[in-house]
């Protein structure tokens, strides 16, 4: 899988949109943006993913480069409750044996303030 | 209805104990995870069984040993604990060809 790179902190005022970055410049033409999160003492949460275009779902936004280099999570209206580390990962789809594992990176720690 | 279910929540045990973590999903999900966050909060993957084969198996030393009696079902037992073994596991469950892992919430795992 192809890595990413991610800050390793960022902040978000309530209420503001969080726009946090992911850089994954080595990816496959074949691998898709994963962004999950992991809420303090809780299971990673998936949020949302992508291969080329745009994708927007109930929790977030995904902006991809048109080079699939780099891609943009965007939590339109941030509250306290999104505090969490996010990561961004990538990943090859649909096929079988070890390509299927999630490999997690150090992730963005995203605090929301009032 | 809880979508992947762990026991216990917290797990409390003296140095070369035997303990087992229960994980079963509802979910019909036919692929299995375990993963291990250590106290950096690395979440690493140790196993994975898709309609209970084996498939992933990370270098994880045999101490481990992960049993699935069904596909909704992925056990992890673990032999002589060690000090290091303190952390968190998590397991998950996907379907075998489409997007997004469902995590459990966790067994903290201190061993004294």
């Known amino acids: 899988d192809a890595k990413t790179t991610q800050p390793p902190s960022m902040d978000c005022a309530e209420g503001r949109a969080a726009n946090l970055p992911c850089n994954h410049s080595?990816?496959?033409?074949?691998?898709?943006v994963y962004w999950y999160r992991q809420i303090h003492s809780q299971g990673p949460q998936y949020i949302i993913h992508?291969?080329?275009n745009n994708e927007t779902n109930e929790m977030a936004s995904l902006i991809i480069t048109e080079d699939r280099k780099s891609s943009t999570l965007i939590l339109p209206h941030a509250t306290l409750r999104d505090t969490a580390v996010y990561y961004c990962?990538?990943?090859?789809?649909?096929?079988?044996?070890?390509?299927?594992?999630?490999?997690f990176g150090k992730g963005t720690l995203l605090t929301v303030n009032p | 209805d809880t979508a992947v279910s762990q026991t216990p929540k917290y797990l409390v045990t003296q140095m070369g104990n035997d303990k087992s973590i229960k994980c079963e999903q509802n979910?019909?999900?036919?692929?299995m995870y375990w993963y291990k966050q250590d106290s950096k909060k690395f979440l690493k993957i140790m196993f994975s069984y898709n309609n209970k084969e084996l498939i992933i198996n990370e270098t994880v030393p045999n101490r481990f040993s992960p049993k699935s009696p069904d596909k909704a079902h992925l056990n992890l037992h673990i032999n002589s604990l060690e000090l290091g073994d303190s952390a968190v596991y998590f397991c998950?469950?996907?379907?075998?060809?489409?997007?997004?892992?469902?995590f459990g919430s966790g067994t903290r795992l201190t061993v004294v």
């Open positions: 998950a469950s996907s379907h075998w060809s489409l997007y997004g892992y469902t």
């Open positions: 080595t990816i496959s033409g074949n691998e898709y």
């Open positions: 990962i990538v990943r090859v789809e649909g096929s079988g044996g070890s390509n299927y594992k999630l490999t």
């Open positions: 979910l019909g999900h036919d692929t």
């Open positions: 992508g291969l080329k």
